[in-house]
């Protein structure tokens, strides 16, 4: 079970019609984990027989290569790790493993293995150690070698190594500075791909040594330079780029002398942008195997057999709390045209990652809880319709929960929609579920595919 906290949150329900609509979705939260985790992914895409490994249609031969090694980065590498570790007959010349967390007994007993834990969601000095480590092992490969990566999210913070003499602390505050700016995924990790010596396909152009890349999606594209910052995939994205990411969200002229100067050299081209030739790329094979729509399907599967369900979108970004208002008005117009559903209950399924623009002295908190949070308070009128919003890794900003859920009962008077709004503003959401309900706890959960949101809509009434 990935919910600690089951018990409490049901006791927010105040009648049994709506102690059965939050069971029901701690219960797909639940599924949702057990989907999500690499056991599962891993084996409905790889099997092995003999020295070949079955990658859905395609076909690899390891019999080839005279050593193999194995690297596994992010959130989900324990995990990742140790299925491949028990399933595959391969036989690992070292095995390096890049985690934000403890290490598993499994991995402690493993003695050619080397094991970081490292910093989320900043890298410290673990995270560089680590990535110089990695880096030095395939610099030392030859093209008869096999590095075999398992790709996870986190891997952009986790396994990194500043470029152009920046020390760690003053990347650490660029980083810093773009998080709490609220900057999309997709647009930090170019600014990272670029001031990084290992990111944006880097690490791959250092070797000769052959690289399977096994990667877990936690971005919205599903593309392998964007996942982890693209360590082993070629990028497209520029120096122009980064520059124009700065100007978008007006911090460019305040950035430290040094961090311009390497811009501006960029720019004129006294620096290269991240390499983009495939040619640099013919010993690397890059495998997405999990993703954020494959989770959002298999639920819709499960419930599809008894009610109406609708896959709103598998790419919810933005602001969280403009996310929140848009799907609460979505909920509202499916009950008010509730008599098209022929079932009790109507959900909405919905995936992405959303972000957070902080704000000097900001709270506690994290996207899918302020998305939740916004989300009950457009829904003061109490029609009823519910909302789980929670992060695959069990990690929703700086709090640790994973994220919330909500309903006609989480805001029960002009008092309470004060004190949400108030807490909202402060971006301190998860103080608001620890004093009200609704907070989901689930700890470690040794994966990360984004965020899942599951609306139910009771149409019975």
């Not at 985790?37 to 891993?42: E, H, R, S």
């Not at 045209?337 to 399924?349: A, H, L, T, V």
């Not at 805001?411 to 709004?421: D, G, K, P, R, T």
């Not at 899942?452 to 809509?457: L, N, P, Q």
Request: glycine share 6%; aromatic share 8%.
């Amino acid at each position: 079970m990935f919910i600690q906290n089951r018990d409490s949150l049901t006791t927010s329900a105040r009648n049994e019609k709506e102690k059965e609509i939050i069971t029901m979705l701690v219960d797909l939260i639940e599924t949702s984990l057990e989907l999500a985790q690499p056991i599962q992914l891993l084996s409905s895409s790889i099997s092995f027989e003999g020295e070949y490994m079955r990658l859905e249609d395609k076909k690899i031969n390891f019999s080839s290569y005279e050593k193999i090694f194995l690297v596994a980065i992010g959130k989900a590498s324990q995990t990742m790790a140790e299925w491949f570790l028990r399933r595959s007959p391969l036989s690992f010349s070292r095995i390096i493993i890049v985690s934000p967390y403890e290490k598993t007994n499994f991995i402690t007993s493993k003695t050619n293995c080397t094991f970081y834990k490292t910093g989320h969601p900043v890298p410290d000095n673990a995270s560089v150690e680590a990535a110089e480590h990695v880096l030095s092992l395939i610099q030392s490969l030859s093209s008869k070698d096999l590095c075999l990566f398992l790709i996870s999210g986190g891997g952009s913070s986790l396994f990194e190594i500043p470029d152009f003499n920046l020390t760690l602390p003053n990347y650490v505050s660029l980083i810093d500075k773009l998080h709490q700016s609220g900057v999309a995924i997709d647009e930090l990790n170019t600014i990272r791909k670029h001031f990084s010596k290992i990111k944006g396909g880097k690490l791959a152009i250092q070797t000769d040594a052959n690289i399977i890349s096994l990667i877990i999606s936690d971005v919205i594209s599903d593309n392998p330079s964007t996942i982890a910052s693209g360590p082993t995939a070629p990028d497209n994205s520029t120096w122009e780029n980064c520059f124009q990411i700065f100007k978008k969200y007006e911090l460019y002229d305040d950035l430290p002398i040094e961090i311009i100067t390497i811009i501006e050299n960029g720019l004129k081209k006294k620096i290269p942008d991240t390499p983009s030739d495939e040619k640099l790329f013919l010993h690397v094979r890059n495998y997405i195997v999990g993703n954020n729509s494959r989770i959002l399907r298999s639920i819709g599967d499960v419930l599809s057999k008894d009610y109406c369900v609708e896959f709103l979108d598998y790419q919810i970004k933005g602001e969280a709390k403009e996310a929140g208002r848009m799907l609460a008005n979505i909920a509202r117009r499916k009950f008010e045209e509730r008599s098209k559903c022929k079932s009790s209950f109507c959900f909405i399924i919905f995936g992405g990652e959303t972000t957070v623009r902080l704000s000097p002295n900001s709270g506690i908190g994290g996207r899918n809880q302020e998305l939740a949070l916004e989300f009950a308070l457009q829904n003061q009128d109490k029609c009823p319709i519910y909302l789980a919003s929670f992060g695959t890794d069990g990690i929703d900003g700086n709090s640790t929960a994973a994220g919330a859920i909500v309903g006609p009962f989480t805001i029960m008077n002009q008092e309470e929609s004060i004190y949400a709004s108030t807490e909202l503003n402060k971006h301190n959401s998860n103080q608001f579920f620890k004093l009200k309900g609704g907070e989901i706890t689930t700890g470690y959960t040794g994966t990360n595919l984004m965020d899942i949101g599951i609306i139910c809509i009771d149409v019975s009434e």
